[in-house]
């Protein structure tokens, strides 16, 4: 093989190769805004799965110490197998308050077990680790006259 076909054979690969990095470009710009769309939809759904954990929290927390049978905080416990489906010490917390929840004489065993799903709801929502049931049972409760 001379110069000459060498110098040719590394011109043809060349082109080959500038060609191939064009379509690649071509095809990464055509399918860049598919993909952000993707990830902005994926950012999305984890904001609001992140709101609706946040809630849950919320709700229980504002109702603890006072009336946990009242709607809101029966509704945010019905949604803690949906919401929290996917974290096992949120369920462990959830099915052991279920275990209270029937008989009187459970009050004090269900109303722990109701603090102990607020600390696992909380660590998972990456609040402190030191976050215990004893520092959730304390709360501004007014007297009534």
């Given at each position: 093989?001379?110069?000459?076909?060498?110098?040719?054979?590394?011109?043809?690969?060349?082109?080959?190769?500038?060609?191939i990095a064009a379509l690649?470009?071509?095809?990464?710009?055509?399918?860049?805004?598919?993909?952000?769309?993707?990830?902005?939809?994926?950012?999305?759904?984890?904001?609001?799965?992140?709101?609706?954990?946040?809630?849950?929290?919320?709700?229980?927390?504002?109702?603890?110490?006072?009336?946990?049978?009242?709607?809101?905080?029966?509704?945010?416990?019905?949604?803690?197998?949906?919401?929290?489906?996917?974290?096992?010490?949120?369920?462990?917390?959830?099915?052991?308050?279920?275990?209270?929840?029937?008989?009187?004489?459970?009050?004090?065993?269900?109303?722990?077990?109701?603090?102990?799903?607020?600390?696992?709801?909380?660590?998972?929502?990456?609040?402190?680790?030191?976050?215990?049931?004893?520092?959730?049972?304390?709360?501004?409760?007014?007297?009534?006259?």
């Open positions: 093989m001379g110069m000459i076909e060498l110098a040719t054979v590394v011109q043809a690969v060349s082109s080959v190769l500038a060609f690649i470009a071509v095809l990464v710009t055509y399918k860049a805004p598919a993909q952000a769309a993707n990830l902005q939809r994926e950012h999305d759904a984890e904001l609001e799965r992140r709101r609706e954990r946040y809630q849950i929290l919320k709700t229980l927390m504002e109702y603890r110490g006072v009336d946990i049978s009242a709607p809101e905080p029966v509704a945010a416990l019905n949604m803690i197998v949906i919401v929290f489906q996917d974290e096992r010490n949120v369920l462990d917390a959830w099915h052991e308050f279920l275990c209270y929840t029937n008989g009187a004489d459970n009050h004090t065993n269900r109303s722990n077990a109701y603090m102990g799903i607020i600390v696992a709801m909380a660590k998972s929502l990456g609040y402190s680790d030191q976050l215990t049931v004893a520092a959730i049972d304390r709360g501004y409760y007014p007297r009534t006259t």
